[in-house]
């Protein structure tokens, strides 16, 4: 029966040897773990490059386009009319320009009483 119990000189080589396994698969994964950062690290780096790109691009447009639109259409200056008529008379006088002034004119009936 003693051939089937375990040699107590051979439990710390067997649990350093766990010990080396176990530390040996952490590596592995921590290594790993390295290789995807670095990975998605240098993603991130051309996905900002591309998202520069694209917004230098778009303020050239912008700048594109308003220096090509057509300049804007001013409103014509108003003519300014002046009283030369050859008799040296006001055209836009009343007849009635001494007189009392008139009654008002009548209140709409809105058929309201």
């Known amino acids: 029966m003693d ?3 375990h040699n107590p000189a051979h439990r ?3 649990r ?3 010990l080396v396994s176990a530390a040996a698969v952490l590596s592995v994964l921590l290594g790993g773990c390295e290789d995807r950062v670095s990975a998605l ?3 991130m780096t051309a996905v900002e490059a591309k998202a520069e790109a694209a917004e230098k691009k ?3 447009a912008e700048s594109l386009a308003a220096t090509n639109q057509p300049p804007a ?7 300014v009319q002046t009283n030369d ?3 040296g008379e006001d055209p ?3 007849i009635d320009d001494g007189g009392e002034p008139g009654a008002p004119p009548p209140m709409a009936d809105n058929g309201k009483g």
């Open 12 to 14: 710390p080589a067997v």
């Open 85 to 87: 008529s050859p008799d």
């Open 73 to 79: 259409i001013s409103q014509p200056e108003p003519v």
């Open 92 to 94: 836009n006088a009343s």
């Open 3 to 5: 051939a089937h119990r």
């Open 58 to 60: 778009a303020k050239a």
């Open 41 to 43: 690290e240098e993603r």
């Open 16 to 18: 350093r040897l766990a």
